[in-house]
């Protein structure tokens, strides 16, 4: 029995969550590269991921190939400012200066 919905957190504190998720889970891919992706593929994650590209083509009046472009080029942009972001602070620390 899934645990009652609780109250939704605030988008501001959300984001904080996902960028802080995005950036902890940096880790390099298997070496079954098929086996893992048939494997995601079946997680409740990726189904969410497909039902926010539904979401966001219906709420935006976009077809679905251009929601799911729109999205996957988001996230993809995120984790490559958040790579540079963290490389960046690891220069800084290396160098004995705060990061900018």
């Known amino acids: 029995v899934p645990p009652p919905p609780s109250a939704p957190i605030p988008i501001d504190e959300l984001a904080r969550i996902f960028n802080t998720a995005l950036v ?21 994650a990726y189904r969410a991921i497909l039902n926010s590209v539904r979401h966001l083509a219906r709420l935006h ?23 540079g972001y963290l490389f960046q ?12």
């Open 89 to 100: 602070e690891g220069v800084s620390r290396i160098r004995g200066q705060e990061p900018s």
């Open 61 to 83: 009046g976009l077809s679905d190939k251009e929601a799911a472009e729109t999205i996957i080029l988001t996230f993809r942009k995120l984790d490559h400012l958040w790579g």
């Open 24 to 44: 902890t889970t940096r880790a390099e891919t298997s070496k079954d590269i098929s086996a893992e992706l048939r494997s995601l593929v079946e997680t409740p």
